[in-house]
């Protein structure tokens, strides 16, 4: 009996927590931002952020361009928070060509389509693992990456936002992190 009772009060409890789940979600998503997976231009939108990735696979300036609006902005291009325009895409990824090899693996993407949101409008999400070797001494330097495609219309990159581990990335350049007093 006291199994029952427990199986019952445990049988209302998720009953309760499922109706008071869905109608959270429910309510949000009315008033909250949507986003879908699968819309028309995903598949347009995940062949040109794989053409770009495959741009710093191949050292292939070409293909880091070629998709690009001639107004594109890319942010956080080992600069900070900077952004570049495309000429100067062009150019940075030219000096860093010269002085280093890169080898990008573990690539994983996700289309996207947001709706209702400052961030609103068609995304390819990108992480992998970029491993930069320096031509002249031979270190090398993994970077685990995040980068957010915004495209348009499955046509064009309209942006390129960079996010990157930096941590990995300094202290295999010698740099040591050192916490802070803890008085």
């Not at 000096?95 to 400052?118: A, D, H, I």
Request: proline share 3%.
């Amino acid at each position: 009996m006291k199994t029952l009772k427990t199986s019952s009060i445990f049988a209302v409890l998720i009953f309760c927590m499922t109706f008071l789940i869905t109608g959270h979600h429910t309510a949000k998503a009315q008033t909250g931002p949507a986003f879908v997976l699968d819309y028309p231009n995903a598949d347009a939108s995940l062949k040109m952020a794989q053409q770009y990735i495959t741009g710093w696979k191949e050292m292939n300036l070409s293909k880091l361009q070629k998709n690009l609006s001639s107004d594109a902005v890319i942010y956080g291009l080992g600069r900070g928070n900077d952004s570049l325009t495309v000429a100067q895409h062009k150019d940075f990824l030219k000096e860093r060509f010269e002085t280093y090899t890169f080898e990008v693996s573990n690539e994983l993407y996700l289309p996207v389509k947001v709706t209702n949101n400052r961030n609103e409008g068609e995304w390819v999400l990108c992480w992998g693992l970029n491993t930069a070797t320096n031509k002249e001494n031979g270190k090398v330097s993994p970077v685990r990456y995040h980068i957010a495609v915004l495209t348009e219309n499955g046509k064009e990159i309209k942006a390129v936002y960079y996010f990157y581990d930096t941590g990995d990335f300094m202290e295999s350049q010698g740099w040591t992190m050192t916490p802070p007093n803890s008085k």
